[in-house]
């Protein structure tokens, strides 16, 4: 009797896995992922993505000739040279800068000339350079006030009716400081003087 064959046990492959290959590539594209969030964080937080501001053509040209603002009145825009650079105002349309004030504490009290009259005033010095400016115009207080004093002690009774007396007054007392912190500073920077107190009795 013929024994028959044993069967051949039939065993299907299971098919390799994937899931690791699966995982690296996951893993390597999460990794892409991080490091592009990291870069594009840190551009972000350091303004790399804010707008320029826009550049003036004049000054630009300027700063590439090596001039600065200087027009002859004791105004300077070098850079690097140690001299106050000018307060640009964040503005889309245009550059524009920014006008600063400093009032000098004491008032200054003088005898009008060649009258019994008295004229006290308080001034303001307004500059659209840094704060240098300031710095050096309180430095040098009493050279000012004396030059101030200098410029007011010049009025007259006839003087004190014009019509544009006021203005003319700020005007020399503008260069007289100019002229004072140029002496001394090789720069003045002071472009208005503004009266918050006259008085003439």
Excluded: C
């Excluded at 804010?50 to 001039?67: I, L, M, R, S, T």
């Excluded at 040279?81 to 006008?99: H, I, N, Q, V, W």
């Excluded at 007011?152 to 002229?179: C, Y």
């Amino acid at each position: 009797m013929a024994t028959a064959a044993p069967e051949e046990e039939v065993v299907a492959e299971e098919p390799k896995k994937k899931k690791p290959i699966v995982l690296i590539i996951g893993g390597v594209v999460g990794l892409i992922v991080l490091i592009v969030g990291i870069v594009l964080g840190t551009l972000f937080f350091t303004g790399y993505f804010n707008p320029k501001p826009p550049v003036d053509p004049e000054a630009a040209a300027e700063a590439a000739d090596g001039h600065g603002g200087g027009h002859g009145d004791g105004h300077g825009d070098k850079k690097g040279d140690g001299k106050p650079s000018k307060k640009a105002k964040d503005s889309p349309e245009l550059t524009r800068f920014e006008y600063t004030y400093m009032q000098i504490e004491r008032e200054f009290l003088v005898n009008v000339s060649g009258s019994k009259k008295v004229m006290s005033v308080q001034i303001a010095v307004m500059t659209h350079y840094d704060d240098r400016v300031f710095e050096n115009v309180k430095k040098h207080d009493f050279a000012i006030r004396s030059a101030v004093m200098d410029v007011m002690r010049l009025t007259t009774d006839a003087d004190l009716v014009k019509p544009d007396f006021r203005k003319e007054l700020a005007a020399k007392i503008r260069d007289a400081i100019n002229t004072l912190l140029e002496k001394y500073e090789d720069f003045g920077g002071i472009e208005e003087i503004h009266f918050t107190n006259f008085i003439v009795q």
